[in-house]
């Protein structure tokens, strides 16, 4: 299934960037798709004599690029602020898919915690993908993280957009999809649970509430005729980072597919909150999807790009 046409991929000189080209290139090359490598060089760096050979170095992997079969190739090397130029680049250019990898740090486990990544995951208009470093490219798991809400026909169409593009990615990788959502007690009843009941009583409730979040996850499952008919779905009672970080290392996880932006509801923090807390210590690669209602806060410049050399 060709869902992108238009790939973005961020070059920089960060441990993780051959995972980058190696995902894009792929990527572009399954879906027919236009690839452009972007670096961005800090004001303060624009002109010196290093600069140039960044950008020598973002066309000699051109011919790379073409070798495996992606014709509609091209660099740029722009200065300012990363992300800010990133997405500007986005809205330019009419890219539907950014991959990048963490910035780097003194340990992997802080590898999800730089600020241009971050400001990606929450500012970019389309889907931003973090590729895991030192990962080979093949995923063997996906798990698509979804948050269905009672009448809320948004949320339902960015959990269906969750599963597909799951779904696709897992298809390309002959990969596994796994499903998860985390739920809790809803309303009056989530007082009455931490009050002294009857264990029975307890446990009704907890069955009523299941069985609500479950019907919720199957309307969302049934509207998408793509899934596998394989696949597994996870239903946890927990707080959706902590459901998110035990099932990818549970089952092995190698990407996980989620959203990436506040919305309201039962458990409203579970696309913000929860992304960023994946974003901060997950190992797998991360790819974060939006509704299709977001609007990113960063303005495109009228002015033309800012070409380093």
């Known amino acids: 299934m060709r869902r992108f046409k238009n790939i973005l991929a961020v070059y920089r000189d960060e441990i993780g960037a051959d995972n980058v080209f190696a995902q894009s290139v792929a990527l572009a090359r399954a879906n027919d798709a236009k690839l452009t490598l972007i670096d961005v060089v800090p004001d303060r760096y624009a002109g010196r004599a290093g600069v140039k050979e960044r950008k020598k170095r973002l066309q000699r992997l051109i011919p790379a690029i073409r070798a495996e079969g992606v014709s509609k190739a091209?660099?740029?090397?722009?200065?300012?602020?990363?992300?800010?130029?990133?997405i500007q680049q986005v809205m330019r250019g009419a890219h539907d898919l950014v991959v990048t990898c963490p910035e780097m740090s003194h340990s992997l486990q802080k590898f999800y915690v730089g600020s241009t990544t971050t400001h990606l995951v929450r500012k970019c208009p389309c889907p931003v993908w973090i590729a895991k470093p030192n990962q080979d490219g093949r995923y063997k798991r996906v798990l698509a993280c979804i948050d269905p809400n009672s009448g809320n026909l948004e949320d339902g169409r960015l959990d269906q957009k969750i599963l597909e593009l799951a779904t696709s990615l897992a298809d390309t990788n002959g990969a596994e999809v796994h499903v998860l959502h985390a739920w809790d007690v809803e309303g009056p009843d989530r007082d009455r649970i931490r009050s002294e009941i009857p264990d029975q009583t307890r446990a009704g409730i907890l069955t009523k509430h299941e069985a609500v979040h479950r019907s919720r996850v199957m309307t969302v499952l049934d509207a998408v005729p793509s899934l596998p008919i394989d696949y597994k779905l996870h239903m946890l009672r927990s707080a959706p980072h902590e459901a998110i970080m035990?099932?990818?290392?549970?089952?092995?996880?190698?990407?996980?597919?989620?959203?990436?932006v506040n919305k309201t509801g039962i458990s409203g923090f579970f696309i913000g909150s929860a992304a960023e807390a994946?974003?901060?210590?997950?190992?797998?690669?991360?790819?974060?999807?939006?509704?299709?209602?977001?609007?990113?806060?960063?303005?495109l410049e009228q002015t033309p790009m800012r070409a380093a050399v």
Do not use: Q, W, Y
């Not at 091209?74 to 990133?86: D, N, P, Q, R």
């Open 246 to 260: 035990n099932t990818a290392a549970n089952l092995g996880v190698d990407l996980i597919v989620m959203g990436s």
């Open 74 to 86: 091209h660099v740029l090397l722009l200065e300012g602020t990363a992300f800010l130029e990133i």
């Open 278 to 299: 994946v974003l901060t210590s997950s190992r797998c690669s991360l790819f974060t999807v939006k509704p299709e209602d977001f609007r990113s806060p960063v303005v």
